[in-house]
């Protein structure tokens, strides 16, 4: 993953009011109830996580920049958002972003773009964590992180194993040994973080019934 790569904020209609905000690495969003809205990642990478009452935590996705968040904790309580390095974000509270809608063609059509793209990959994430095994799980992983970074097969994990399971359904164990299994097969080459897809064909066969699900 390329944390210093920077993308342009999408002119998303006239008198767009929005503000940036900075995150640290391992730096949580506020949870004010002001925070609710749209977040636009300009450079970095932020996860985002649901915990359960009793402690159990899935992680929903990892943002990588040029990409949306939507944070609506009046109806999920329990979601945070997390910058895994040093993170630059602009964000539009949701009251803002209602009104601008009803009056801004170009602003409605970019946001339902988005919402689109977003029920696509929740669709792929409940067929990934309902009827898949630990190798295709890690193959879509993989091969999905690949093309977000343009078709850079090199890549630097910022997430540890135990969150890449935590968003997967896997122990770190699975995941750590899912790892192994790829390197032995020669699709991936890993040491420690740094990770070369070598064989994308390979990974995508894997994962071919959830990117056609």
Request: aromatic letters at 8%.
């Amino acid at each position: 993953m390329n944390r210093g790569r920077r993308v342009v904020p999408p002119p998303l209609g006239n008198g767009f009011n929005s503000k940036l905000i900075m995150l640290g690495e391992r730096q949580e969003l506020p949870t004010n109830s002001g925070s609710d809205g749209l977040y636009w990642v300009l450079s970095g990478a932020v996860q985002t996580s649901v915990i359960s009452e009793d402690g159990r935590r899935w992680i929903g996705g990892f943002h990588l920049p040029g990409e949306f968040i939507w944070i609506e904790r009046d109806v999920v309580h329990s979601q945070f958002a997390q910058a895994l390095c040093n993170t630059s974000l602009i964000m539009t509270d949701r009251k803002v972003l209602e009104n601008l809608t009803e009056f801004d063609d170009f602003t409605c059509g970019t946001i339902c773009s988005w919402f689109l793209k977003a029920n696509r990959a929740s669709l792929r994430t409940g067929f990934l964590l309902g009827r898949s095994n630990a190798a295709e799980k890690l193959s879509f992983f993989l091969i999905d992180l690949m093309q977000r970074l343009e078709g850079r097969p090199k890549m630097h994990l910022l997430m540890s194993r135990a969150e890449i399971g935590d968003h997967l359904g896997l122990t770190s164990e699975t995941v750590t040994r899912t790892f192994t299994m790829f390197q032995r097969q020669r699709f991936i080459e890993v040491d420690g973080r740094h990770v070369e897809i070598k064989d994308p064909n390979g990974l995508m066969r894997l994962a071919s019934a959830i990117f056609t699900a």
